[in-house]
Protein backbone atom coordinates (compact mmCIF):
# COMPACT_ATOMS: atom_id res chain seq x y z
CA UNK A 1 0.00 0.00 0.00
CA UNK A 2 1.17 3.30 -1.04
CA UNK A 3 -0.04 5.82 1.75
CA UNK A 4 -0.06 9.77 1.31
CA UNK A 5 2.85 11.64 3.09
CA UNK A 6 1.37 14.57 4.97
CA UNK A 7 2.14 17.46 2.44
CA UNK A 8 0.20 15.08 -0.35
CA UNK A 9 -2.52 14.69 2.39
CA UNK A 10 -2.94 18.39 2.99
CA UNK A 11 -2.34 19.63 -0.58
CA UNK A 12 -4.94 16.90 -2.06
CA UNK A 13 -7.54 18.58 0.68
CA UNK A 14 -6.81 21.86 0.14
CA UNK A 15 -7.79 20.98 -3.75
CA UNK A 16 -10.85 19.34 -2.75
CA UNK A 17 -11.93 21.87 -0.76
CA UNK A 18 -11.05 24.72 -3.29
CA UNK A 19 -13.05 23.10 -5.87
CA UNK A 20 -12.95 25.22 -9.26
CA UNK A 21 -10.77 27.73 -7.83
CA UNK A 22 -7.75 25.13 -7.16
CA UNK A 23 -4.66 26.94 -8.50
CA UNK A 24 -1.56 26.99 -7.30
CA UNK A 25 -1.36 30.36 -5.43
CA UNK A 26 -4.87 29.64 -4.16
CA UNK A 27 -4.15 26.26 -2.58
CA UNK A 28 -0.67 27.89 -1.00
CA UNK A 29 -2.70 30.75 0.44
CA UNK A 30 -5.38 27.90 2.06
CA UNK A 31 -2.83 25.63 3.30
CA UNK A 32 -1.13 28.39 5.27
CA UNK A 33 -4.65 29.55 6.79
CA UNK A 34 -5.56 26.62 7.49
CA UNK A 35 -2.57 25.13 9.52
CA UNK A 36 -1.00 28.74 10.15
CA UNK A 37 2.59 27.44 8.74
CA UNK A 38 4.12 29.39 5.98
CA UNK A 39 4.30 27.06 3.01
CA UNK A 40 7.03 27.69 0.27
CA UNK A 41 5.09 27.75 -3.36
CA UNK A 42 7.91 25.53 -4.60
CA UNK A 43 6.46 22.99 -2.43
CA UNK A 44 3.23 23.24 -3.26
CA UNK A 45 3.91 23.37 -6.93
CA UNK A 46 6.15 20.33 -6.63
CA UNK A 47 3.75 18.25 -4.59
CA UNK A 48 1.15 19.21 -6.86
CA UNK A 49 2.43 18.09 -9.66
CA UNK A 50 3.91 14.56 -8.25
CA UNK A 51 0.04 14.19 -7.33
CA UNK A 52 -1.08 15.08 -11.06
CA UNK A 53 1.73 12.61 -12.51
CA UNK A 54 0.45 9.75 -10.49
CA UNK A 55 -3.22 10.19 -11.47
CA UNK A 56 -4.44 12.15 -8.08
CA UNK A 57 -5.10 15.41 -9.94
CA UNK A 58 -6.41 16.51 -13.07
CA UNK A 59 -5.04 19.42 -14.59
CA UNK A 60 -6.44 22.32 -16.50
CA UNK A 61 -5.31 25.57 -18.29
CA UNK A 62 -7.37 28.74 -17.80
CA UNK A 63 -7.91 31.40 -20.13
CA UNK A 64 -4.81 33.83 -19.62
CA UNK A 65 -5.46 37.16 -17.66
CA UNK A 66 -4.16 40.22 -17.51
CA UNK A 67 -3.04 40.19 -14.20
CA UNK A 68 -1.07 38.07 -14.61
CA UNK A 69 0.70 39.66 -17.96
CA UNK A 70 -1.53 37.49 -20.32
CA UNK A 71 -0.41 34.15 -18.50
CA UNK A 72 -3.14 31.18 -17.76
CA UNK A 73 -3.77 29.84 -14.34
CA UNK A 74 -3.52 25.84 -14.05
CA UNK A 75 -6.24 24.66 -12.61
CA UNK A 76 -6.04 21.08 -10.20
CA UNK A 77 -8.87 19.00 -9.50
CA UNK A 78 -9.34 15.77 -7.54
CA UNK A 79 -9.73 12.81 -9.24
CA UNK A 80 -11.46 9.17 -8.33
CA UNK A 81 -7.73 8.16 -7.49
CA UNK A 82 -6.90 11.15 -5.24
CA UNK A 83 -10.34 10.58 -3.28
CA UNK A 84 -9.76 7.01 -3.07
CA UNK A 85 -6.04 7.56 -1.62
CA UNK A 86 -7.32 10.20 0.93
CA UNK A 87 -9.94 8.00 1.91
CA UNK A 88 -7.41 4.97 2.65
CA UNK A 89 -4.51 7.14 4.69
CA UNK A 90 -7.95 8.67 6.89
CA UNK A 91 -8.55 4.74 7.10
CA UNK A 92 -5.25 4.09 8.57
CA UNK A 93 -4.72 6.92 10.71
CA UNK A 94 -8.34 6.42 12.41
CA UNK A 95 -7.56 2.34 12.57
CA UNK A 96 -4.06 4.04 14.58
CA UNK A 97 -5.94 6.47 16.39
CA UNK A 98 -8.60 4.29 18.20
CA UNK A 99 -5.91 1.23 18.80
CA UNK A 100 -4.46 4.53 21.30
CA UNK A 101 -8.02 4.84 22.62
CA UNK A 102 -8.21 1.24 23.09
CA UNK A 103 -5.11 0.83 25.16
CA UNK A 104 -5.54 3.93 26.98
CA UNK A 105 -2.66 6.11 25.88
CA UNK A 106 -5.75 8.46 25.02
CA UNK A 107 -8.71 9.95 26.28
CA UNK A 108 -11.53 8.65 24.90
CA UNK A 109 -13.49 11.16 22.51
CA UNK A 110 -10.65 14.17 23.45
CA UNK A 111 -8.16 13.08 21.01
CA UNK A 112 -5.94 14.41 23.45
CA UNK A 113 -3.01 12.19 25.10
CA UNK A 114 -3.61 11.60 28.77
CA UNK A 115 -0.87 13.53 30.75
CA UNK A 116 1.03 10.75 32.69
CA UNK A 117 1.73 9.16 29.15
CA UNK A 118 3.21 12.66 27.42
Excluded: C
Excluded at 56 to 68: N, V
Aim: a positive charge; glycine letters at 10%; aromatic letters at 6%.
Amino acid sequence: MNLLSRTEELILLAVWQLQAEAYGASVLEHLTTETGVEWSIGVVYQTLDRLASRGLLDTRIGEPTPERGGRSKRYFRVTSNGVAALGRVRRVQNSMWERLRDQGLVQKDSGLIKPDMA
